[in-house]
């Protein structure tokens, strides 16, 4: 891809006036972007020495600051690395109306990545998976993302490595890996190429951009930026979003809630052993440096706060959050609905619990209008996503619906409202919603017929008797991280022995 | 302090079911301070081995997670060591209705740091004074702050650390800095005591606690955090809040607006001239490690917008952020209203660029009536306080009142209207606050006249003309940073002649 590319390149003109027209169209377009909320990304990847920075401050002279932001990409610290791979990238997204330039981005993790940090052929191809559904992802909820690979030759890059050390200014900014990466430029040549080839997808396409010369390499740049803009202010967006390629028939009425309960000493003794249980567990886990994902979803009064409660009593309070999720903020609303989620993803060894989810997408949202229907349709897939990207980089999800009938529901709505220290749990919002619940009930059994995979199934909790239903999801967590817990302890084993 | 506190203590009596009551009062209490809003910070420090894990982790267990978190205070990294030292700790405060709760917090910075990191006299004093004026400012916006300082003797805390040593689970829990600890008690005990004696204040009292009974222990937090938090439920919230003690007496009629222009073409030599030393400046800025704020206030259309589009144009977009500041969104309203400005401060050798700030407080708010004027009126003071916390820890903080007169702002606003690639600039908001000019111009001559400090004063720009104000405000701010570098080269040429 790389040649092929650069074959096109021209120096024989005078591109001066051309481009001063094209640097005025861009800051013009700087404000249809604001008017009509047009989130932008554009990343500025290549060879050292090629002039990304100097680009990046080019380009930034025709904004208003107040509009965008840049951002540097290195390798990532050892906290981030604790955490998947994709969440510094998903943290530095712009709100819809703003744009985010990186010097350098997610493709660090890549080419780089395999050149340097010795990963396996199989991570190098999860890790290109994971970046081409980023793009996807944000292409399908509308951002706009403007990939540029900024190139020079072998000879050349060494001239520039050679006049930057003459000046003592510039000695510093080149480093011994600058000097290892020239010697090595036609198998990172080779490493690039397969990555641009990979990554070059219809929602993200590259262009790469000869930069011996500096007026055409200007020229290039701004004429990319103007006519892609351009295109995505008044051309129809262009969806990529597949559907969901996962189904599970499932049935609310086949939950049997008959005859599941506990009597109040049965539960107060099993509660004691899992409690205990789980205290060990957590110390174990934070040693095997797995990190977990524990949501909740469930019908309004289901009893999510009181199974909370008890699972949490059982961690070290410095080794999990609680994350109650509410209707989005204005600085969440404006930028791609799983933002808020990856945020708050825990690092190795740590818990992160979900009041709520990010299925609020495909259950409140279509019905309260906040999402259009055929929108949060494409949520299952991309849920599915990242769900997926989070267990593959050794996330433990555990998914819970508390699941009660409608009579109990009112029972305890009426429990609440005459019990004064609970009153304030009940809301007119909470009686809106009952009103609703046939409307609910498709949507809850789509949703988990449609998103219960093999590395994140859906429990589905009995939950007319709180009791019993505490006892089930604390089971349930049990089970899952003393298998994960094993299972790593094996993975690991297998790993030292190779070595 | 401390001894007079520890004769107090009795282990004579059984607490048990005293204990008992206290934690379904605190257990129920949770839900009073969910329904009224009330914002609680509850911090545990004192000895190693004292127990503040134990008691953090008991304290939980009667608590709702969705409306906790725990946060476990060490000695700042090297990346928190670049910003003002309470950053880190302002970032943590709870939303109203929830809690904080502390294990080690800002007072690590205290006794510690001046025990282990040689801080001198004359730091310690400040913190201590930081740290006080954060606690009060708290107080003042109606924060519940809960202080426990866990005690053990010299002995107690030897036989806690011989235990924890012998067993292989926790021998890695006492570290040699424990040791050492242990060994200087005495000196330790003594510094303590200073920094509780000088941190025990009306609005945040300490609560010492001698733990040599578990008992007892329990009894004594859970009284503390029953009585602390009624009071706070139920007594009228009294406030410390004293006045700015600084006045200049300024009227906006005073600024002469006349015959500041300048011609086009003088503009543009000014501009390119000042551009490339501010060029300059910003490297060698980053260098000096001097952390810089430049904020904007000023009449809507006065041009803001433009002269941080210049300024910004001058600098390293890896170096500077700017950060438009809007209505407050939910999580924002929720904090001490300082809190979201805490986050955007910049760290060594950066700028942050506000367009519009915590003015806001003293202009907008009162008039619209977002904050009552009584509550308002405490700003000044607070505003202050809060700059002069920044302009001690090494920040410069340049402040620009952008000035048009009536005419000029009923000119551009009719521009705007007329031009299409402006209009989306201006809105009826806009116009209707121009109606209120009469209300702003008082407020604003208050603002100016009551937080003109000598660290941080205003630069009140003539700005009726666009070309003249741009060139003022980036002649000023290179003026200042100019000053600043070369103060600061001074200041650590000193250090290292004394060195």
Chains 1, 2 share one sequence.
Do not use: C
Request: proline share 3%; hydrophobic share 35%.
């Amino acid at each position: 891809m790389l040649e092929k590319a650069l074959k096109n390149s021209s120096k024989s003109f005078d591109f001066k006036d051309m481009t001063k027209q094209l640097e005025m169209d861009f800051s013009r377009l700087q404000q249809e972007i604001a008017e009509k909320k047009l989130p932008v990304i554009i990343l500025l990847e290549g060879w050292g020495a090629s002039g990304k920075g100097a680009v990046a401050g080019e380009m930034i002279k025709m904004l208003d600051p107040r509009f965008f932001r840049v951002y540097t990409t290195a390798a990532p610290s050892d906290t981030e690395k604790r955490f998947p791979m994709m969440k510094r990238h998903w943290e530095k997204i712009p709100e819809k109306g703003k744009i985010t330039i990186l010097d350098r981005s997610w493709y660090q993790d890549l080419a780089i990545a395999k050149m340097e940090s010795g990963i396996s052929d199989a991570e190098y191809k999860r890790r290109i998976t994971a970046v081409n559904t980023f793009e996807r992802q944000l292409n399908d909820d509308g951002y706009l993302i403007i990939k540029f690979f900024l190139h020079i030759s072998k000879d050349e890059q060494k001239k520039r490595f050679g006049k930057l050390r003459e000046d003592d200014a510039t000695r510093w900014r080149v480093t011994e890996t600058d000097k290892k990466r020239n010697k090595n430029y036609s198998e990172y040549f080779k490493q690039f190429d397969n990555m641009l080839e990979k990554t070059n997808t219809p929602y993200a396409q590259w262009r790469i951009i000869d930069t011996s010369d500096r007026k055409f390499t200007r020229f290039q740049v701004y004429n990319t930026l103007v006519s892609q803009i351009t295109n995505a202010l008044n051309i129809e967006h262009r969806s990529f979003a597949p559907e969901a390629d996962n189904f599970t028939d499932f049935k609310l009425s086949s939950v049997d809630l008959s005859g599941k309960t506990l009597t109040r000493d049965k539960y107060e003794s099993k509660l004691k052993s899992l409690q205990k249980d789980l205290a060990r567990i957590h110390s174990k886990l934070y040693n095997s440096k797995i990190p977990v994902v524990i949501l909740f979803e469930g019908w309004d009064a289901a009893g999510k706060g009181g199974a909370i409660k008890r699972l949490a009593a059982t961690l070290d309070p410095r080794g999990y959050e609680a994350v109650p999720i509410a209707a989005p903020e204005l600085h969440e609303f404006n930028r791609h609905y799983l933002w808020r989620f990856w945020g708050h993803l825990p690092k190795t060894g740590h818990i992160t619990i979900f009041d709520r989810t990010w299925y609020g997408r495909v259950m409140v949202e279509p019905i309260e209008g906040i999402t259009p229907r055929e929108r949060a349709e494409q949520a299952y897939n991309e849920i599915n996503e990242f769900e997926r990207e989070l267990t593959d980089s050794g996330v433990v999800i555990i998914k819970f619906w508390l699941q009660i009938d409608k009579d109990e529901q009112l029972r305890r709505f009426k429990e609440r409202e005459n019990d004064p220290f609970k009153k304030w749990k009940i809301t007119s919002e909470d009686w809106r919603n009952r009103e609703k619940w046939d409307e609910y009930e498709p949507l809850i059994e789509r949703m988990i017929g449609l998103t219960s995979t093999a590395a994140a199934p859906w429990n589905v909790i009995e939950a007319n008797d709180k009791l019993f239903a505490r006892i089930k999801v604390l089971k349930t967590v049990e089970d899952r991280l003393d298998e994960a817990i094993s299972q790593k302890a094996k993975a690991d084993k297998k790993k030292s022995e190779k070595k």
